[in-house]
């Protein structure tokens, strides 16, 4: 038995690094992109974390006609500007901010499922 390495599992927190790294809007420059579920098969795309120099309506603007949804721009006391779309966009909002250069890849955090 001395001869073998003895590993105790431990619990795993899928949460555990997206919660470490939402102290705050814009913290350690990542932007968030979540998904939240709705009611049946409808669910909601969450971007936040975007710098404030940049016109939210406008990437809103943006994003509504590139993907055909619609979306919002929200104010929340915690997280600052939130931009919110219809639909699950996950991927098609990083390749979209990636290719306008808002953001860089690395910089970029994909939450959900």
């Not at 927190?13 to 809007?25: H, T």
Request: one cysteine or more; charged letters at 25%.
């Amino acid at each position: 038995m001395s001869d073998l390495d003895v590993q105790i599992p431990t619990t795993f927190d899928p949460f555990a690094d997206a919660s470490a790294d939402d102290s705050g809007a814009g913290s350690k420059e990542y932007v968030h992109i979540r998904i939240q579920q709705r009611n049946g098969r409808k669910s909601l795309t969450t971007v936040q974390g975007l710098k404030k120099e940049f016109s939210y309506n406008k990437i809103l603007k943006d994003l509504k006609r590139e993907f055909c949804c619609n979306g919002t721009v929200v104010q929340d006391p915690e997280l600052g500007q939130v931009i919110q779309l219809q639909g699950d966009q996950r991927k098609n909002v990083s390749n979209f901010l990636v290719q306008a250069g808002i953001v860089k890849k690395e910089h970029i955090k994909i939450h959900g499922f």
